[in-house]
């Protein structure tokens, strides 16, 4: 599968980096985007370590690093964070994440912390260059304490981290969701696990659906669009997940794997 223009306009475009062809890393699938405006460029969780070089000569068909002006990361996690130390030299731009995790991200490794800036638990609007404007959009405990969204308005696309995240089998890849209730059996035990509870989950929906939403990016698996964008809505603010399925043991009430 080759990289995926999702919207592209006179000037604007939003890209999902494809790095599946590079087959350097173990683990989850992940999906890395670029939204592009008049020429600059704001990458959105740009993967792992393993992933990198091949996310970046895929970025280079549509911009050069000094036009990258933002790295926007949703949550802290390795398959996020792993490669931004190689990305740091390679780009000057600014990293958002979470304010709390800042601290954190230094045991990655990684000694450019002078350029990250914390989002605040209730988001942040931002204009990565004039003219360009990116919404960033609270979501927490889904999964991440502190995970945030991105809303593009121009293509109308809600980049959601992990919500809505599939696993899908290896030998499976594809760029939409097209036909909800099929790939319930992909998403359903990773977010009834991951995410944090459906107090959570309905905040998030509520949230979001005073957006005009043409799609739902995650960071992993396909992308959905038409029908399947309020279909996830309407399932997510109905799960039970996370703390909701503990018992008073610590035990969950689901099995333990997939
Ligand atoms: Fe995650
Ligand atoms: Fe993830």
Same mark, same amino acid.
């Given at each position: 599968?080759?990289?995926?223009?999702?919207?592209? @306009? =006179?000037?604007?475009?939003? #890209?999902? +980096?494809?790095?599946?062809?590079?087959?350097?890393?173990?683990?989850?699938?992940?999906?890395?985007?670029?939204?592009?405006?008049?020429?600059?460029? $704001? +990458?959105?969780?740009? !993967?792992?370590?393993?992933?990198?070089?091949? $996310?970046?000569?895929?970025?280079?068909?549509?911009? *050069? =690093?000094? *036009?990258?002006?933002a790295i926007i990361l949703s949550h802290q996690d390795p398959d996020i964070v792993g490669g931004l130390s190689t990305w740091l030299?390679? $780009?000057?731009? =600014?990293?958002?994440? @979470? @304010? #709390?995790?800042l601290r954190f991200l230094p045991h990655y490794g990684i000694s450019g912390m002078h350029r990250f800036i914390g989002v605040p638990d209730e988001g942040l609007s931002l204009e990565p260059a004039p003219g360009f404007h990116l919404q960033l959009i609270p979501a927490h405990f889904l999964h991440s304490e502190g995970h945030i969204n991105v809303y593009d308005p121009v293509s109308k696309i809600l980049f959601t981290g992990d919500i809505g995240a599939a696993m899908l089998p290896d030998n499976q890849e594809f760029t939409y969701v097209d036909d909800f209730d099929s790939h319930i059996p992909y998403i359903e035990w990773f977010h009834r696990r991951y995410m944090g509870s459906n107090k959570a989950a309905q905040a998030w929906v509520n949230r979001v659906s005073k957006l005009d #939403?043409?799609? +739902?990016? =995650? *960071?992993?698996?396909?992308?959905?669009? !038409?029908?399947?964008?309020?279909?996830?809505?309407d399932w997510f603010a109905r799960l039970q997940c996370g703390i909701d399925l503990m018992a008073a043991d610590g035990s969950f009430a689901m099995d333990a794997t997939p």
């Open positions: 599968m080759r990289n995926v223009t999702l919207y592209e @306009s =006179p000037g604007h475009r939003f #890209i999902l +980096l494809n790095e599946s062809d590079a087959g350097e890393e173990e683990g989850v699938r992940s999906n890395q985007y670029l939204v592009a405006h008049d020429g600059q460029g $704001v +990458l959105l969780d740009p !993967g792992g370590f393993g992933v990198m070089p091949r $996310v970046l000569v895929e970025m280079l068909r549509y911009v *050069q =690093p000094e *036009q990258v002006k030299e390679m $780009v000057e731009a =600014p990293v958002y994440v @979470s @304010s #709390i995790w #939403i043409r799609m +739902l990016a =995650p *960071q992993h698996g396909p992308v959905y669009r !038409g029908k399947t964008v309020q279909q996830f809505l």
